[in-house]
T-cell receptor, first 110, second 114 residues
Framework: KQEVTQIPAALSVPEGENLVLNCSFT??????LQWFRQDPGKGLTSLLL?????REQTSGRLNASLDKSSGRSTLYIAASQPGDSATYLC?????????FGAGTTVTVRA | DTGVSQDPRHKITKRGQNVTFRCDPI?????LYWYRQTLGQGPEFLTY????????KSRLLSDRFSAERPKGSFSTLEIQRTEQGDSAMYLC????????????FGPGTRLTVT
């Protein structure tokens, strides 16, 4: 059974600092990995998807890396803003269904 | 493209009552998924449809839960004889089923069982 772990569980940083969020998974036989953002009481917004054959993906201030062999992914958010405050979830796809971590809750202080 | 929609957004019910939720996927997406999320946890997979066929059900989906996707369009998730442990956010997602299987999520239905 796939186990996904996200560390740290919570993070508080001053505005402008770069954010580094970690995700690890136990079974490297994955199809892809997705990073999501979730605001309190809301659904999930897809941020980035990295296919198993890729090593990284970038979108604006966001960059995600994938090391499938070691079962790790990292999400970098550059120059954080208060609007980045949310919970960030990592999910791995193994044959159509997603297995999620518990998320990292980020607070960016103005 | 209006995205995945779910109805209702919130539902409060008494223990023992039946509830039904609806999900409308992105048009032309042939895969539809249901997940459940409890406070402080990531979503957990419940079930998956390809067109109208339900291809997998998680062990989390007890006999009190049933899901349908008639005609391969919208889907319903019914919970019979609700229990307090059913209180959670129920999330629906869809994907095209072609190429990269990126899943797009709806806003969720928050269920509270009193």
């Amino acid at each position: 059974k796939q186990e996904v772990t996200q560390i740290p569980a919570a993070l508080s940083v001053p505005e402008g600092e770069n954010l580094v969020l970690n995700c690890s998974f136990t079974d490297s036989a994955i199809y892809n990995l997705q990073w999501f953002r979730q605001d309190p009481g809301k659904g999930l917004t897809s941020l980035l998807l990295i296919q198993s054959s890729q090593r990284e993906q970038t979108s604006g201030r966001l960059n995600a890396s994938l090391d499938k062999s070691s079962g790790r992914s990292t999400l970098y958010i550059a120059a954080s803003q208060p609007g980045d405050s949310a919970t960030y979830l990592c999910a791995v796809e193994d044959d159509y269904k997603l297995s999620f971590g518990a998320g990292t809750t980020v607070t960016v202080r103005a | 493209d209006t995205g995945v929609s779910q109805d209702p957004r919130h539902k409060i019910t008494k223990r023992g009552q039946n509830v039904t939720f609806r999900c409308d996927p992105i048009s032309e997406h042939n895969r539809l998924y249901w997940y459940r999320q409890t406070l402080g946890q990531g979503p957990e997979f419940l079930t998956y449809f390809q067109n109208e066929a339900q291809l997998e059900k998680s062990r989390l989906l007890s006999d009190r839960f049933s899901a349908e996707r008639p005609k391969g369009s919208f889907s319903t998730l019914e919970i019979q004889r609700t229990e307090q442990g059913d209180s959670a956010m129920y999330l629906c997602a869809s994907s095209s089923g072609q190429g990269v299987n990126e899943q797009y999520f709806g806003p969720g239905t928050r269920l509270t069982v009193t």
